[in-house]
């Protein structure tokens, strides 16, 4: 087989070909009782969940009340891409989502890469929201009295990450009651788990409890899900409202000034958080099959989704911040911790259930979507054909949904939340980047046969050299210290938590004779507790630098330069290189505006997170790239194709 097999596509005619066939026979076909109101909840369901229950903290302690630009600029990143999703979703109304669309615009090797990272997305997104699901619900049994042991309901990373640093700051004088709250329970996790030789026994079994009865219930039917869904929905839309409505009275315009305390680094830090609050609404292109009239209902229910819960979290950030000050929200639990600084605990519990149902509804959308995209994938013969299997009572994708089940319960054990949360935005940014590039692929093809709903064109050609000048004018004009020490890769302070964890003994007490002979007021005398020593400077940052500068420890431990920060600078390089080659391609084949935005804003993104996640995201690809030349090239149904038409 030539190498230009690797690109060889499925055309939209055979997908429906094939379609109505699977309708005509019977087989493997999956029940339709999807509407647009259905479609709508199921995308609320999977979009107010983690994100505004946990993730939502986070973002506006870093970004401040200004964290709305950032809900802003994500809802009208993902609208891009739901427009492109909707075109394809009328286009090629089957499950398999951006899998699907990949294989008609950019061929077969493409759509494996694009699936496999399905995989992760659907996967990794249930391990996080069943690992926040497991916070709340342990949360709930110890405001009820119940107190579960904590190396069962915490990962085995958090644990072990949490134990090594709680070791080094109280190496470094601090107490152990006064270790943040999460490093006092890693520390008691691990320090009273049960061992077998040097291995620690901590896993979060809450997590394995609602991925298992969540997998159960999708096992047993749309139909059920759908109704699950809806209820969920509308219980937790009530608390988000109610939410909103109580908490505008306390509402202290005071805490919103300064609106931007950290600027626009510190909006956009949050950007993996409130990306991750907006995924799920693609998973609804999964239910393609299932729908009444996709055509129709998908693209309406992708918009009614975003559009609903943009509004509901630009609310909900305006009143939380509004009601505290916004350096007090870095909490896992940021709605019930207000209500509870407030003194009104009754809404605490309130949302503490509300949370556990919320984070619910996400676990059974999420873990909807990934055996759809493995049944897509193996009737095209990428994957074994028992994942194509269809439960005969209760029409669903039985096999693949067993195992789904499995890949996300055995993780969610054992895996750390910031790092499944990363991985499943870089592998949803990726899917959305693909689909809106194959949306531009496809658009001067006139063989393609359209469906009902189609992206309004408006073209680039001039547009994106304009919006690339502004860009450039705003970089050095208004943010020119930031753009040089960017391009010169100039050297950064590391903050004290970072410098103080990384000390041995001997160099904490060298730190700390320092720092007793520069403290001019002998604070250091109250307290042996290095990081609030060294962290009392932060506040000024010249202050700070010339204090580090002084350190007596070697300056790797003090600044992070060379090739160390250059490498977290790789993603961001990436994106400007494809930004100028979209720009020519633009000017080239006069794009339409809306998909190529959404492509440029979803890499941007990706390239926010972190050069780890990215290299984490290779090996994944690489992994999947093994599988498919070991097993899904050779077995792929356009192979007999090709045997017939020669």
């Known amino acids: 087989m030539a190498l230009s097999g690797l690109f060889r596509k499925k055309t939209v005619q055979d997908i429906l070909k094939q379609v109505a066939k699977n309708e005509a026979d019977g087989h493997n076909v999956l029940g339709k009782h999807l509407t647009t109101r259905d479609l709508t909840a199921f995308g609320i369901a999977a979009i107010v969940g983690a994100g505004i229950f946990s993730t939502i903290g986070k973002a506006s302690a870093d970004g401040g009340p200004a964290v709305i630009f950032l809900f802003l600029f994500t809802a009208l990143a993902c609208s891009f891409a739901a427009f492109a999703y909707a075109e394809f979703a009328s286009m090629v109304p089957v499950s398999g989502s951006a899998y699907t ?8 090797i493409i759509a494996w890469i694009i699936g496999w990272a399905l995989i992760m997305e659907y996967a990794v997104g249930n391990i996080t929201v069943a690992i926040s699901w497991s916070d709340y619900f ?3 049994l110890q405001s009820g009295g119940i107190h579960l042991p904590q190396w069962i309901q915490m990962d085995y990373l958090t644990a072990s990450n949490g134990y090594n640093d709680a070791t080094s700051l109280m190496q470094g004088g601090k107490a152990f009651e006064n270790l943040s709250a999460s490093l006092q329970a890693s520390y008691t996790a691990w320090t009273t788990a049960p061992t077998i030789g040097s291995f620690h026994f901590v896993a979060d079994l809450p997590a394995l409890f609602i991925i298992v009865l969540i997998t159960a219930l999708v096992y047993r039917g749309m139909k059920e899900s759908r109704n699950a869904s809806n209820v969920m929905v509308v219980v937790k839309l009530c ?17 919103w000034d300064p609106f931007a305390p ?28 299932e729908c009444k009239n996709p055509q129709r209902d998908l693209p309406r229910g992708m918009m009614w989704a975003i559009i609903i819960c943009t509004i509901l979290y630009i609310a909900i950030a ?19 911790f207000v209500f509870e600084k407030l003194d009104l605990k009754w809404m605490s519990g309130i949302i503490a259930v509300s949370a556990v149902i919320a984070m619910a509804s996400v676990l059974l959308v999420f873990q909807m979507g990934q055996p759809r995209i493995w049944m897509s994938m193996s009737r095209d013969g990428l994957l074994p054909k028992k994942f194509s299997t269809v439960h005969p009572k209760y029409k669903t994708p039985s096999f693949a949904t067993i195992v789904t089940g499995f890949v996300v319960a055995v993780p969610a054990l054992f895996l750390n939340l ?56 705003y970089a050095f ?31 904490s007490t060298k730190v700390f004779d320092y720092l007793q002979s520069i403290n001019v007021q002998k604070k250091t005398s109250e307290t042996s507790d290095l990081e609030h020593l060294l962290s009392q400077y932060q506040d000024d940052d010249a202050k700070y630098a010339e204090v580090v500068n002084g350190l007596p420890i070697n300056d790797s431990l003090k600044y992070e330069s060379g090739f160390s920060l250059f ?7 990436i994106f400007l290189i494809v930004l100028v080659g979209l720009a020519v391609w633009a000017f080239r084949k006069n794009l339409s505006l809306i998909p190529l935005l959404g492509l440029i804003c979803c890499l941007y993104m990706m390239a926010e997170l972190s050069v780890w996640n990215w290299i984490y995201f290779t090996i994944w690809l690489l992994i999947g790239l093994f599988i498919y030349f070991t097993y899904s090239r050779k077995n792929s149904k356009l192979n007999f194709v090709e045997e017939v038409e020669s």
């Open 262 to 289: 950290n600027g626009v680094s510190g909006v956009l830090k949050g950007v993996s958080a409130v990306f991750f609050a907006y995924i799920g609404f693609d998973a609804i292109s999964t239910t393609a099959e």
């Open 418 to 473: 910031t790092m499944v949360t990363d991985l499943c935005s870089i592998g949803t940014l990726f899917a959305f980047v693909l689909v809106c590039a194959g949306v531009l692929v496809l658009q001067n093809k006139p063989e393609i046969p359209r469906g009902k709903f189609k992206t309004p064109y408006v073209n680039s050609k001039f547009i994106m050299p304009v919006l690339m000048i502004a860009g450039l004018y």
């Open 477 to 507: 004009a208004y943010n020119n210290k930031a753009t040089m020490a960017f391009i010169n890769n100039e050297a950064q302070t590391n903050d004290a938590t970072t410098i103080i964890t990384s000390l041995n003994k001997e160099e």
């Open 239 to 255: 608390i988000v409202l109610l939410v909103i409505a109580v908490g505008v009275f306390y509402v202290d315009t005071a805490n």
């Open 101 to 108: 669309y990949s294989y008609v615009a950019f061929g077969e």
């Open 567 to 573: 490498k977290h600078k790789i993603p961001m390089w």
């Open 318 to 336: 305006l009143v939380l911040t509004g009601m505290v000050s916004y350096n007090q929200l870095n909490v896992g639990d940021p709605l019930a």
């Open 138 to 140: 342990t949360g709930l």
